[in-house]
C-alpha cells in the first residue's frame, strides 16, 4: 500500500529557489556596482586630462599688441592624443568672440562663481564628447579680458574600455552567482538532512518498534519528535488495549455459544415431538450460523491487527500445514472425509505462522464444509519459481465464474453457498493475510474433474 500525504511543496525547492533569487540580485548589484565605479574613474580620469590640457591652454593666454594672444601649447593637446586616439577639439573666446579653434563648438560657463571649471557631455559633428571649459581673468587698461578655453574629446575610447569592463564584470557576476548556487544548494542539502535522517530512522522500523525517538536533532524540529514521540506512546496503549479487546471478545462471545449449542443438542435428543425438534434443529443452526460469524469477525479483527505487527519467523509449510489438518481432523472424521497433505519440504518463508495458520485453517475448514460427504480433501506443498505454493483442493461444486472475482471481498458469497452456514470472511481473511507476507491469493476450479482450488502464493525467504 503506498502511503500517500498531502504535500503543500517543498522545502529543500523553497529554500533553494530563495538563494538562488538572492545570488541573482547579489550578482546583479555586483554588476551594476563594478560598472558605475567603472565608468565613474573612466570619466573622472578623462576630466583631470581635459583640466590639464585646458588649464595649459589657459596658461599660454597673454595680452599683446592690444589684444589677447593665445599661444596654444603642443603639450596641451598631445597628453590627449598620447592617451587614445580619440579626435580632440578646442575653442577659445575673449569676452565671448572666437578668437582661435572649432567655431561650432559650444561653450559651458560654471555653473557657480567660485568654480573654474565645468563639464558636459555632448555631440559634436556627430561624435558624443566630453568637454571641459575653464575660465580665466586678463588685466587690460580698458578694463578686465574674461577668456574661456573649452576642449573636448571624443568618448569611442571611453566607450570601447567600458564594454571590455562590462564584460568582465558580466563574467564576475555569473561567477559569482554559480559559486553562490552551488553554496546554496549545499546548504539547503545540509539544512534539510536532519529531517531525511529523522524520516529514514523512522521509516526504517518495524511495525511493532513504537519505541521513542531518541536521535539528536536541531531545535527546530525538537516540536516534531516530541509529538511524534506522545503519538506513538497513544498509538502503543490504543494497540494493546485493542488486542487485549479481540482477545476478551474472543472468549466471551465463543463460549457461551458453544455451551448454548451443547444444551440444545441435549434437549434435542430428550424431544419427541416432530414441530419440537423442527425448532430446535433451526436453532442449533443458527446458533452455528452466529457462532462462525462471530468467529469469523474476530478472526478478520485479529487478522487486521496483526498484519500491521507481523512477528516474523522463519516456517516450514509443510510441517504447518500438517498441524492445521490435526486440528481439523475431528471434524472431518465426522463427515467421513479424509485430509491429506503431499509435497516435499519447501524453502522456508519468512512470515507470522499464527496468521498464516488461521488463513490455511479458513480455507480447509471450508473445503469440509463444501466437499461432499465421504470425499477427500487434498493439500498439495510446492514451489513455482521463487514462490512457495499451498493448495487446498475439494470435491465440492467449485466456484461460479462470475463470482469468483469477487470472493474475497468483504461478506460475499457465492450464489451456490447459499444453503450452507458461512459468514463471507474465510477468503477475505486469507487473501488478507497473503498480501501482509507480500503474496496473492489464486482462486480456480480444478481441471477434468469437480471441485475447487484455493492457492497461497508466498514468497521464498
Known amino acids: 500500500m503506498t502511503a500517500i500525504s498531502n504535500v503543500s511543496g517543498s522545502i529543500r525547492r523553497r529554500l533553494t529557489l530563495q538563494l538562488l533569487g538572492i545570488a541573482a540580485v547579489l550578482a546583479a548589484l555586483l554588476f551594476i556596482m563594478v560598472m558605475t565605479f567603472a565608468k565613474q574613474v573612466a570619466e573622472e580620469s578623462q576630466d583631470n586630462i581635459l583640466t590639464a590640457s585646458a588649464t595649459s591652454i589657459l596658461d599660454s593666454a597673454a595680452i599683446q599688441g592690444g589684444g589677447v594672444t593665445v599661444d596654444i601649447p603642443y603639450s596641451a593637446l598631445s597628453m590627449l592624443g598620447n592617451v587614445s586616439d580619440d579626435r580632440v577639439f578646442y575653442r577659445v573666446t575673449a569676452n565671448g568672440k572666437f578668437l582661435t579653434g572649432y567655431k561650432g563648438l559650444s561653450v559651458t560657463k560654471p555653473g557657480r562663481k567660485q568654480e573654474r571649471h565645468s ?7 556627430g561624435e558624443s564628447i566630453r568637454m571641459v571649459s575653464a575660465t580665466r581673468r586678463l588685466s587690460y587698461a580698458s578694463g578686465p579680458v574674461e577668456v574661456t578655453v573649452s576642449v573636448a574629446q571624443t568618448l569611442k575610447r571611453q566607450t570601447e574600455t567600458l564594454e571590455r569592463i562590462s564584460t568582465s564584470a558580466f563574467y564576475l557576476g555569473f561567477g559569482f552567482f554559480i559559486a553562490a548556487a552551488i553554496l546554496g544548494v549545499l546548504s539547503v ?12 530512522s523512522v521509516s526504517r522500523r518495524g511495525p511493532q518498534d513504537l519505541r521513542a525517538v531518541q536521535a539528536p536533532v536541531p531545535g527546530e524540529m525538537a516540536p516534531l519528535v516530541v509529538a511524534l514521540n506522545r503519538f506513538m506512546e497513544r498509538l502503543k496503549k490504543s494497540l494493546t488495549r485493542s488486542e487485549e479487546f479481540i482477545a476478551e471478545a474472543a472468549h466471551r462471545v465463543r463460549t457461551p455459544l458453544a455451551v448454548l449449542r451443547t444444551q440444545a443438542e ?7 415431538r416432530p414441530e419440537n425438534r423442527a425448532s430446535l434443529k433451526e436453532m442449533i443452526r443458527a446458533i452455528d450460523e452466529s457462532s462462525r460469524a462471530a468467529g469469523q469477525l ?12 507481523l512477528e516474523v519467523t522463519k ?9 492445521t489438518l490435526e486440528r481439523h481432523q475431528p471434524l472431518a472424521e465426522m463427515q467421513d ?99 501482509a507476507h507480500g503474496g496473492y491469493l489464486k482462486l480456480s476450479n480444478r481441471k477434468n474433474v469437480t471441485g475447487a482450488c484455493v492457492s497461497f502464493y508466498f514468497p521464498q525467504s
Open 119 to 125: 563639464f558636459m557631455t555632448s555631440h559634436y559633428m
Open 189 to 200: 542539502q545540509s539544512a534539510v538532512k536532519p529531517i531525511q535522517i529523522l524520516a529514514d
Open 266 to 272: 441435549i434437549a434435542l435428543r430428550r424431544v419427541e
Open 298 to 309: 474476530l478472526d478478520h479483527a485479529m487478522v487486521s491487527f496483526r498484519t500491521d505487527h
Open 315 to 323: 516456517i516450514d509449510l509443510l510441517e504447518l500445514g500438517r498441524e
Open 337 to 435: 472425509k479424509t485430509l491429506i497433505i503431499e509435497g516435499e519440504t519447501p524453502p522456508p518463508v519468512s512470515g507470522d505462522a499464527i496468521l498464516i495458520q488461521n488463513a490455511l485453517s479458513n480455507i480447509i475448514d471450508n473445503a469440509i464444509k463444501y466437499a461432499p460427504f465421504g470425499e477427500d480433501i487434498k493439500i498439495r506443498i510446492g514451489t513455482e519459481g521463487h514462490w512457495v505454493v499451498v493448495s487446498v483442493f475439494d470435491q465440492g461444486e467449485g466456484f461460479n465464474e462470475t463470482d469468483i472475482k469477487h470472493l474475497t471481498t468483504r461478506f460475499s458469497r457465492g450464489g451456490n453457498a447459499e444453503n450452507t452456514i458461512g459468514s463471507g470472511l474465510g477468503l477475505t481473511i486469507a487473501e488478507e493475510v497473503v498480501q
